[in-house]
């Protein structure tokens, strides 16, 4: 008797397709998993948890020290889907302290490994030596004659990966826009245009995922409180700050101690006192601090002059204008008047 190959299928079933790993499996990793198991370069310096890597196809396969996390084609023998199928009340479930995936969730990364783990097209972030398509291209380096503060930017940007689009997004929120400081570098200038009246310590907390590329800031108007200044302290690179008109106090500056490079620092209209002055005068590679319309006495303008004779102190009405997100100096190395 023949049976049409229609009737067949409805018989035994229709082949499903493969886990496609860009669409299906990425976005659960991107969503669940990666933030805390990816490149300290691209995490504020942050090693991943448990020494596994989760933003890579090379890296995933690479495992931890104690073995491989996905066995292509045997999901049990997978540490990654041993953790995710936990119960919901075990202490090792994986994300910790969440509810764990959904069961879909679970069936789809489970499929994915007993299908053999394929990656498609997707390489993320490349294994040592390498470059991952997925990697925003960095343009020449500019060429000539440089302003001193282009200079700097390159030198801080050496080697470095630029953040992903995702992770710019992540980043700003909704409040938030994060710049190259020049075309193709990967440093970033971060504000927060039009928003400042709306913009608190929380949004500044968002920028978490970018702080090693950033390398100013401007807060200014803004309604921060103290804490928000311990994010800033994760921004290794920071080379201008500008605070002004916000409510921080002595204790937000506390957080400004690593800040090696430095080099500008707004405080303009803010609560800072003289208690402050030893702090400002061990940022060593400040060269100049807006100090007017603070809480900074004239005696405490004497002490920093003191203790630093080559800062630049600005106690009168001679701001510079908001961080737009480039240089501020002409090809000579002079600033320009805005």
Known sequence: MHISPLLLSFAVGAEAPAVDFRKEVLPILKGRCIECHQDPATNSGKRPKGGLRLDGKHWILEGTRSGPVVVPGDPNLSTLYELIALDKDDPDLMPPNSDGLSKAEVETIRTWIAEGADFGDWIGAPAPGETSPDTPKLTPKPTGKLPRIVQLYIELGEGLT????????????????????????????????????????????????????????????????????????????????????????????????????????????????????????KLKKLETVYLWKTQITPAGIGRLRELRPKLRIVHTPDLPAPERGGPTEDESGRRRRR
Not at 237 to 264: E, M, P, W, Y
Not at 268 to 275: H, P, R, Y
């Open 162 to 281: 630029p953040c992903t689009p995702n992770q710019l997004a992540a980043a700003a929120g909704e409040h938030g826009m994060l710049k190259p400081v020049f075309p193709g570098s990967p440093l970033l200038a971060a504000n927060f245009p039009s928003n400042q009246g709306r913009t608190g310590t929380d949004h500044v907390r968002g920028l978490a995922g970018c702080a090693g590329h950033i390398v100013t800031l401007d807060l200014g108007r803004t309604r921060i409180a103290d804490e928000a200044l311990a994010v800033v302290a994760e921004m290794s690179r920071l080379v201008k700050l500008d605070l002004r008109q916000t409510n921080i106090t002595d204790a937000a500056l506390i957080h400004l101690f690593g800040l090696n490079d430095l080099r500008s620092l707004n405080l303009f209209s803010t609560k800072v006192t003289d208690a402050s002055i030893e702090v400002i005068a």
